[in-house]
């Protein structure tokens, strides 16, 4: 139980488009889901958290306008790179919690690849 | 504030060898304390946790023992195998936090055959 999958799994896209990337709980309603930045050798930088239905919380030096993190549903977060550049290229994470389901634990994504050309 | 300090690597070793991955932490209130694995190209994994004072986390092989005292959560394993290879992450949770994860550095591990 408690499985998260992210889509997609790799992405190359051109300077200047937008990407979206999906995070999914498939067993279980996050109440909170957690999107990581990772550069390569480096560990994992909290970028924002959000709860079902509201606003997410951004990380000090996280630009809002430039990473859109919607939490429509139990189920499902979206994270969108706009206008990406080649500095945004790095390995982005989710993850998601329930306290129905664990009060301390975070299940996590298997990561998507984004490289901006 | 929550900080995690892992020792770092690479640390390599023959196989069979004796791992120890040492973490220490600092934090306020009464954390729950996690080691994660990434393996290349993937995201992270449960690999045990302990969520209070003298625990003991198990998992494949792996232990960890929960160390108020000395404010700790060293990683052990016996007897290593190539297929551990990966990277180490220690973290830790605030109880009652909003499971906000603190993360160590990660330490990665190579074992050759």
């Known amino acids: 139980g408690a499985v998260v999958s992210q889509h997609p799994s790799w992405v190359i896209c051109k300077s200047g488009t937008s990407v979206k990337i999906e995070c999914r709980s498939l067993?279980?309603?996050?109440?909170?889901m957690f999107w990581y930045r990772q550069f390569p050798k480096q560990s994992l930088m909290l970028m924002a958290t959000?709860?079902?239905?509201?606003?997410?919380?951004?990380e000090q030096g996280v630009e809002k306008d430039k990473f859109l993190i919607n939490h429509a549903s139990l189920t499902l977060s979206t994270l969108t790179v706009t206008s990406a550049h080649p500095e945004d290229s790095s390995f982005y994470i989710c993850?998601?919690?329930?306290?129905?389901?664990?009060?301390?634990?975070?299940?996590f994504g298997p990561g998507t690849r984004l490289t901006v050309t | 504030g929550n900080s995690v300090t892992q020792m770092e690597g690479p640390v390599t070793l023959s196989e069979e060898a004796f791992l120890t991955i040492n973490c220490t932490y600092t934090?306020?209130?009464?954390?729950?304390l996690f080691w994660y694995v990434q393996y290349p190209g993937e995201g992270l994994q449960l690999l045990l946790k302990?969520?209070?004072?003298?625990d003991k986390g198990s998992n494949k092989g792996f232990e960890a023992t929960y160390r108020k005292e000395t404010t700790s959560f060293h990683l052990e394993k016996g007897s290593v195998q190539v297929s551990d290879s990966a990277v180490y992450f220690c973290?830790?949770?605030?109880?009652?936090?909003?499971?906000?994860?603190?993360f160590g550095g990660g330490t990665r591990l190579m074992v050759k055959p």
């Open positions: 934090a306020t209130g009464y954390p729950s």
């Open positions: 959000s709860n079902e239905g509201s606003k997410a919380t951004y």
């Open positions: 993850s998601a919690s329930s306290k129905r389901v664990s009060p301390y634990e975070q299940y």
């Open positions: 067993d279980f309603q996050a109440t909170t």
């Open positions: 302990a969520t209070k004072a003298d």
């Open positions: 973290a830790l949770t605030r109880n009652n936090a909003g499971n906000m994860l603190t």
